[in-house]
């Protein structure tokens, strides 16, 4: 069972990383298809944990595969900025505010 849960998990990494790559139409899966309004939401209520660590999630499969070189950040830089976007735009999905940070992060880091 354990190998299952980890294929699968490598499985949704790898359909999220081409969407990062392409842009292009994609199937996304989890927590990140939920609009923004629902992260605002949650993080009153401190209840925003599964949320973060999607992002956390889909962030750190970026670089783990090497997709793009990221600026050094903590996870409460991430968080604060996630809180900028989804103020300012609450019916994107959450998922376009997670790729808009890795772009700026990737705009931000220094060329390997």
Same mark, same amino acid.
């Given at each position: 069972?354990?190998?299952?849960?980890?294929?699968?998990?490598?499985?949704?990494?790898?359909?999220? @990383?081409?969407?990062?790559?392409?842009?292009?139409?994609?199937? @996304?899966?989890?927590?990140?298809?939920?609009? %923004?309004?629902?992260?605002?939401?949650?993080?009153?209520?401190?209840?925003?944990?599964?949320?973060?660590?999607?992002?956390?999630?889909?962030?750190?499969?970026?670089?783990?595969?090497?997709?793009?070189?990221?600026?050094?950040?903590?996870?409460?830089?991430?968080?604060?900025?996630?809180?900028?976007? %989804?103020?300012?735009?609450?019916?994107?999905?959450?998922?376009?505010?997670?790729?808009?940070?890795?772009?700026?992060?990737?705009?931000?880091?220094?060329?390997?």
């Amino acid at each position: 069972m354990k190998t299952l849960t980890k294929k699968t998990f490598y499985l949704l990494l790898a359909v999220a @990383l081409t969407a990062t790559v392409a842009h292009a139409d994609y199937n @996304l899966y989890g927590l990140g298809s939920l609009p %923004c309004r629902e992260w605002m939401n949650k993080r009153t209520s401190d209840s925003w944990y599964e949320m973060g660590e999607w992002m956390l999630g889909f962030i750190s499969a970026v670089g783990y595969y090497g997709i793009y070189t990221l600026k050094d950040a903590d996870a409460q830089a991430f968080l604060k900025w996630m809180d900028a976007y %989804c103020r300012e735009k609450p019916q994107n999905e959450f998922a376009d505010g997670v790729q808009k940070l890795v772009e700026t992060l990737k705009a931000a880091s220094p060329s390997r």
